[in-house]
């Protein structure tokens, strides 16, 4: 063993023992990022003493902090991480919590941030781009890489691949999702699907406000993609 290992091993054990932090871990073991203000509830502690519990978090790479517009979220720092307290949760004889969001049902279902997808469809669209092998997983910087297959599959279905290449704009990357608290997909290619949806008369877009809707259009020709 690594020298350094079991003194490292000891440093982990710690953050995660203090009940506080424990509490925040397990609260974003759902997959859903929180905000501060948010995890501080959850943990039953003052504003300021969450603060200093996440930063003991982020030291140890347990956490990391995801800004999104005006707001910092925070989300567990790796799926290794998550595999980790899953194991000490089943020891512990534990049950998980379970996310409940508070984003009206109309946003929440579908929506657009800027010029791209969001909400669960956009969630939803995410996921199956990597399902189907068209999306390959974020790098350290959050972008993603588009497969051969998938550059195909977009041109055939009306997207210029290539000149969203030549974009001064990121390609493509993950988005932290407000309602959903997971990623949807941003960046040029997410802001071409969106375009491509609403012409094709796969989702329309609501008069007064940011809300989405999914027709049985989409559901017909792509249900790859756009699943009932």
């Not at 974003?28 to 948010?38: F, I, K, Q, S, V």
């Not at 049985?216 to 792509?222: D, G, L, V, Y």
Request: glycine share 8%.
């Amino acid at each position: 063993m690594d020298a350094n290992a079991d003194t490292h091993l000891s440093r982990l054990a710690g953050a995660i023992a203090e009940p506080a932090r424990a509490r925040m871990l397990c609260c974003l073991m759902d997959g859903h990022a929180r905000t501060g203000t948010e995890l501080a509830a959850v943990a039953d502690v003052a504003a300021s003493t969450a603060s200093a519990h996440l930063s003991r978090l982020k030291e140890q790479r347990l956490v990391e902090s995801v800004a999104q517009g005006k707001h910092r979220y925070f989300r567990l720092a790796s799926t290794q991480v998550a595999a980790a307290l899953e194991s000490l949760l089943v020891v512990a004889g534990t049950p998980r919590g379970e996310f409940r969001p508070t984003t009206p049902t109309r946003l929440r279902s579908a929506r657009t941030c800027y010029d791209h997808m969001a909400g669960a469809a956009g969630v939803a669209l995410h996921d199956r781009l990597h399902e189907q092998g068209w999306l390959q997983g974020a790098s350290d910087d959050g972008d993603y890489a588009l497969t051969p297959e998938g550059a195909v599959a977009l041109e055939t279905l009306g997207i210029d691949v290539d000149a969203l290449r030549t974009s001064r704009r990121r390609f493509a990357c993950a988005c932290l999702d407000w309602s959903e608290r997971r990623p949807h997909l941003g960046g040029a290619l997410g802001a071409a699907w969106l375009q491509l949806a609403l012409r094709r008369d796969w989702v329309r877009q609501a008069l007064d406000d940011r809300a989405l809707s999914v027709t049985s259009k989409a559901q017909r020709e792509i249900p790859e993609l756009f699943k009932p």
